[in-house]
């Protein structure tokens, strides 16, 4: 399924702060912690912790997060399905790391190991 122009605007205007608060519930539910989520968040992004807050308090949008961020090196190692997607697949650069952060969040909630989460490279 490939997303259509309309679905990537979409995504690009989503505030990250109002998505946010779903991932911590999200993790927490599972037995997982905010640290661990934000240990996820910075290996794919580059945010530290302030600079994640800083960034939900300016209620910045997907856009604006993921063309300022430093993407992991590794990050095209996230393959698979999410949200109905298959993430090899997508070409907008937005919509594409948006679920790369996706399917890293959902793998923390399903209980994977953080050395395969961060596509660690042995």
Not at 3 to 27: C, G, I
Not at 97 to 103: A, E, N, S, V
Request: hydrophobic content about 30%; aromatic content about 8%; glycine content about 4%.
């Amino acid at each position: 399924m490939s997303t259509t122009s309309h679905h990537d605007e979409r995504v690009a205007n989503m505030k990250f702060s109002s998505v946010y608060p779903h991932y911590v519930t999200k993790v927490e539910k599972k037995g997982r912690t905010i640290d661990e989520l934000h240990q996820v968040i910075e290996w794919l992004t580059g945010y530290d912790q302030n600079t994640l807050e800083d960034l939900i308090k300016k209620e910045v949008t997907y856009k604006t997060f993921f063309d300022d961020c430093t993407l992991h090196p590794n990050a095209h190692l996230i393959k698979g399905v999410i949200c109905g997607y298959r993430i090899e697949d997508i070409e907008n650069e937005v919509t594409k790391r948006c679920r790369y952060l996706d399917k890293l969040i959902d793998e923390l909630a399903r209980g994977r190991k953080m050395e395969k989460i961060l596509r660690t490279v042995k």
